[in-house]
């Protein structure tokens, strides 16, 4: 694979300090990860292309990775990429103990968060 001239790319951006703030993220998919259509998608302006591990495998994201490679090669235009990771919820029963009135009473909550997960 060639490599991308960064600072040939950054010297052609404009000097007038209005460099477009927006941003494009496409979340990639079964329709959308071919080579020609991610390479229409780079020529339409998307800048992030997104990937969402909660649906397919490590080697269909793989595959469409490597995809947008190459079309980033054939367009020669810069994408950056998002990993949208799986994340486990865990349930936790918490038990509070409150001193009221002289006595003790046991409060049950339920309190449930996320946790990222990685690999």
Excluded at 77 to 85: E, S, Y
Aim: glycine share 6%; net charge positive; with cysteine.
């Amino acid at each position: 694979m060639a490599n991308i001239d960064i600072e040939g790319i950054l010297k052609e951006l404009p000097t007038d300090g209005l460099l477009p703030k927006t941003k494009i993220v496409c979340t990639l998919g079964p329709a959308s990860r071919s080579v020609p259509m991610l390479e229409k998608l780079l020529r339409a302006g998307m800048n992030v292309a997104r990937f969402n591990f909660s649906h397919g495998t490590h080697e269909y994201h793989q595959e469409t990775l490597e995809n947008l490679r190459v079309a980033m090669h054939n367009t020669q235009i810069l994408c950056a990429v998002m990993l949208d990771t799986k994340v486990v919820f865990v349930s936790l029963v918490i038990l509070f103990v409150l001193i009221s009135t002289g006595t003790l009473e046991y409060i049950a909550r339920k309190v449930s968060f996320g946790i990222v997960r990685c690999c």
